[in-house]
């Protein structure tokens, strides 16, 4: 359907923007058109309460602005009910209420006049522009020292949590599956019952709706979910240092590309340890089997290196296309708030 | 689970960032008498993708609302409280 200026004709959809929407409605000569509602912005609008199907002129319709009229495509003309019905149906239906802004709006109206079923594409754009909004979410939880684990969805997830011999690391898959539910929630209004998660070849949870990550770490469980792949990762600085600080530079060299070598000063775990979580969100935003840690340049555009304020210790990763729309929120006792972060640059502690 | 006034202004800020194109700060520090259009600065068509995000992220769904039912985010936040599942 294509809108030209062009002068209406009987049983026509026309349409005039007012302010930043279009207002709609059936012509059927120059002093009657038939419109869910006067023009927004009119004295007889008012509050816009109550409104009904009325009857004004076009001059009115106008507002003073240009009207433009519907011009079908030989698909739609053959779909649409003829222009005499379409006047009849509209004057029919003058005095008719139930208004909604979004569900049955003067658009509604005149399409509806015209080829017999609700349509606003005002409505859809807005929907479509909302639902492809970039997103990119991370959650954090400090994970308490007591976890009641309890059941998840899917009954695979369920399964793998309930054979988890290591009660600790039952309780972190537990828990990081409850940060994801409330990631999902928050960021996408989605429930984890809607969802058709299921488990890769590759090891790696996924979903139709939305792209996700998982990490748990030494009493921490992060998540990111966006709309585009996403990969998180997130260490422990004390465990690391504990675990590893006599073999820095050994780990460095099996761990870091000749480019980075050259970058790294040797002798910083932190900065080894931003390399690392780079590397791994890297490798976890895709869908590969084998992750070659020497041969991932962690220095991307699309890979950001963070610091929490609130829960300190630990350093992470995200990587995703979707890096410029990075938002980060914390976890605590089933509720989730925005959170303040401190981005770290790669190879820099 | 049902959602606090304050946990509702916090994601209807969310939505509001994430729709009102570069106004961070303003949507930030709004609060609930904040005018949706003389404070905030929100056309008709930015009210209408406001009300949509918010019937997508607290999966609600608006019934009989005109253009000019909300007139500050108070007004919002009470429709989401007493219709939120």
Not at chain 2, 6 to 32: F, H, P, V
Not at chain 2, 72 to 84: A, P, R, S
């Amino acid at each position: 359907m294509k809108w030209w200026p062009s002068e209406p004709r009987r049983g026509d959809m026309i349409r005039v923007l007012l302010g930043s929407v279009y207002h709609y409605g059936i012509f059927i000569d120059e002093d009657t058109v038939v419109q869910f509602g006067p023009p927004p912005g009119t004295e007889e609008y008012g509050k816009g309460k109550d409104l009904k199907v009325c009857i004004t002129s076009a001059d009115f319709f106008s507002c003073g602005k240009i009207i433009e009229t519907a011009v079908l495509d030989k698909k739609e003309a053959r779909k649409r009910i003829s222009p005499e019905k379409t006047a009849e149906t509209a004057l029919s239906r003058v005095g008719e209420g139930g208004y909604d802004l979004i569900h049955n709006n003067c658009e509604h109206f005149a399409y509806e006049c015209v080829f017999g079923v609700k349509r606003s594409t005002q409505e859809e754009d807005a929907r479509k522009r909302w639902n492809s909004r970039p997103v990119l979410d991370c959650y954090f939880a400090v994970i308490s020292d007591r976890v009641d684990v309890g059941h998840v969805i899917p009954p695979a997830r369920d399964e793998l949590i309930a054979a988890t011999a290591n009660e600790r690391l039952r309780a972190e898959r537990y828990f990081v599956w409850e940060l994801l539910g409330a990631a999902f929630s928050r960021s996408f209004g989605y429930r984890m019952d809607e969802l058709d998660l299921k488990l890769t070849s590759c090891g790696k949870w996924v979903c139709s709706k939305a792209e996700f990550s998982l990490t748990h770490t030494d009493g921490l469980a992060a998540v990111a979910v966006s709309n585009a792949p996403v990969g998180i990762d997130a260490e422990c600085t004390r465990s690391f240092s504990e675990k590893h600080g006599g073999d820095i530079a050994a780990l460095a060299d099996k761990m870091l590309t000749r480019r980075e070598r050259r970058e790294y000063d040797g002798s910083d775990p932190e900065a080894l340890l931003t390399y690392w979580t780079r590397k791994e969100s890297i490798f976890k935003s895709l869908v590969k089997p084998s992750f070659r840690p020497e041969r991932t340049e962690s220095d991307t555009k699309n890979t950001v290196s963070l610091k929490l304020p609130d829960i300190p210790g630990y350093i992470m990763s995200v990587h995703g296309s979707e890096i410029g729309a990075l938002r980060c929120y914390t976890y605590r006792d089933g509720k989730t708030a925005a959170a303040d972060f401190e981005k770290i640059g790669a190879g820099v502690g | 689970m049902q959602l606090t006034r304050d946990e509702i202004m916090e994601r209807l800020k969310d939505i509001m960032i994430s729709a009102g194109g570069g106004n961070e700060q303003i949507y930030r520090e709004c609060t609930e008498d904040s005018d949706l259009s003389a404070d905030l600065g929100l056309s008709s068509i930015g009210m209408l993708y406001i009300v949509i995000a918010v019937e997508e992220t607290f999966r609600i769904r608006f019934t009989g609302v005109g253009m000019s039912d909300f007139r500050t985010v108070k007004d919002v936040i009470d429709y989401i409280e007493e219709h939120q599942e």
